[in-house]
């Protein structure tokens, strides 16, 4: 068995045309969508990170903003900052690049946004929402996860899914997103005893723990549908996955690739958030009118 590969830039490619037509409706109603990235630091991934969404923001009709500050900018200016940005109907999404330096309270930089500006699904409030099952904000790579599902029709309910990685901004999302659909979830973390024996039972296998290639062939189920989304880079600057790809291949019924399935699908997401949050805007407009 050869596993189909997961066409991550197909899919975003057909998502954001579909998502450039809502933003010029939008613009022809007068509420032009507006995103606003705020990066902090010169990392360079997250600065390539950042300027991708920037570029891709632009190509589909999306007014957006990207703010750079130096290293050592106070938490109370970002606070600051974000709190205009709160307040300014030009923008409908905020996204503050992760990681911030230590000095600054990520935590609070979080809370600062206002909820129906948090396109990654980060406050505490839209966590709560996704947890009970109404949410306002889907977290970006959950939601592409789910929509790479959705492009191969795989039949999520009464699946077995495992999840191996249990961050706040992919597996425990990732995990609730699963459930909801009506999969079965297993969430594995650092703590697992025997991971593979986990793994094996899934039918989909999400890795999203940025350790490489932690998982390998004979740890997956053959037929499976496996996501690649954790990845690190070396000293040398080479990009690693969670999933081996050749041995994985090899007994998969899908599997995603790095680079080019999920990478290319948060950023569409992204996107897809802000036109709903530009959407949503335009609507209570409507209603207060």
Avoid at 96 to 121: F, G, S, W, Y
């Amino acid at each position: 068995m050869t596993a189909e590969i997961i066409n991550g830039n197909k899919l975003a490619q057909a998502l954001r045309a579909e998502v450039a037509e809502r933003a010029a409706q939008l613009c022809e109603q007068g509420e032009k969508p507006g995103l606003a990235v705020i990066l902090v630091g010169d990392s360079p991934a997250s600065m390539v990170y950042v300027m991708n969404k920037e570029k891709a923001s632009k190509a589909i009709g999306i007014h957006s903003v990207l703010e750079k500050y130096e290293e050592d900018l106070t938490e109370a200016a970002l606070l600051e900052r974000i709190r205009a940005l709160n307040v300014d109907p030009r923008i409908h999404g905020i996204l503050v690049q992760l990681p911030l330096p230590p000095h600054i309270n990520t935590h609070r930089v979080i809370e600062t946004i206002a909820p129906e500006k948090d396109m990654d699904c980060f406050h505490v409030v839209n966590a709560g929402m996704l947890m009970t099952g109404m949410p306002r904000i889907r977290p970006c790579t959950p939601y592409g996860v789910m929509k790479m599902l959705e492009s191969i029709q795989y039949p999520v309910v009464g699946s077995h899914a495992v999840v191996v990685g249990a961050s706040n901004i992919v597996g425990k999302p990732m995990a609730m997103m699963l459930l909801q659909a009506g999969a079965t979830v297993t969430i594995c973390n650092s703590k697992t005893r025997d991971l593979g024996h986990h793994t094996r039972l899934a039918d989909i296998l999400i890795s999203a723990t940025g350790q490489r290639h932690i998982i390998k062939g004979g740890m997956v189920k053959p037929g499976a549908v496996v996501i690649d989304v954790g990845v690190e880079r070396d000293k040398d600057g080479k990009l690693w996955s969670d999933v081996e790809f050749d041995s994985v291949r090899e007994v998969a019924g899908y599997l995603s690739p790095v680079p080019g399935g999920v990478g290319p699908m948060t950023i569409t997401m992204l996107l897809v958030n802000t036109i709903e949050a530009a959407e949503k805007a335009l609507q209570a407009k409507r209603v207060a009118s």
